[in-house]
C-alpha cells in the first residue's frame, strides 16, 4: 500500500505564499517523478509543476517564476511554494507520483488534494 499525504493548503490573500508538502509512505522501492496538479472549480486538473529524482523541474507557464518545486529524496516528499498568489490559483492541488513498488512493479499514484483559496 502507498499514500500520498498532502498538507499546507488553505486560505491565504492575493499576493501572499503558501508552503503545500507530501510525504510517499509505504511499501516503496524507488520514487521517480513527482508533481503537483491544479484543479479549479469546474475545470480540469492541469500540471502545476514536476521534479524528476535528479532534480529536473518543468513548470506550467502560468506558475514560472511564482512557484517552486523541490523535494527530499530521503523523505520521500515533494514540496511547492507558491507566491505572489493570485485568484486564479485557486482550486485543488493534488500531490502526484511516478514510483516503484517492487524491482519491476511500477505506478501512478495520487493525493487526496488540498485546497488553497486565495481571496483578492
Known amino acids: 500500500q502507498v499514500q500520498l499525504v498532502e498538507s499546507g493548503g488553505g486560505l491565504v490573500q492575493a499576493g501572499g505564499s503558501l508552503r503545500l508538502s507530501c510525504a510517499a509512505s509505504?511499501?516503496?522501492?524507488?520514487?521517480?517523478?513527482m508533481g503537483w496538479y491544479h484543479q479549479a472549480p469546474g475545470k480540469q486538473r492541469e500540471l502545476v509543476a514536476s521534479?524528476?529524482?535528479?532534480?529536473?523541474?518543468n513548470y506550467a507557464d502560468s506558475m514560472k517564476g511564482r512557484f517552486t518545486i523541490s523535494r527530499d529524496n530521503a523523505k520521500n516528499t515533494v514540496y511547492l511554494q507558491m507566491n505572489s498568489l493570485k485568484s486564479e490559483d485557486t482550486g485543488v492541488y493534488y500531490c502526484?507520483?511516478?514510483?516503484?513498488?517492487?524491482?519491476?512493479?511500477?505506478?501512478?499514484?495520487w493525493g487526496q488534494g488540498t485546497q488553497v483559496t486565495v481571496s483578492s
Open positions: 509505504g511499501i516503496i522501492f524507488s520514487v521517480n517523478t
Open positions: 521534479i524528476t529524482k535528479s532534480g529536473s523541474t
Open positions: 502526484n507520483a511516478k514510483l516503484f513498488t517492487s524491482y519491476r512493479a511500477s505506478g501512478d499514484y
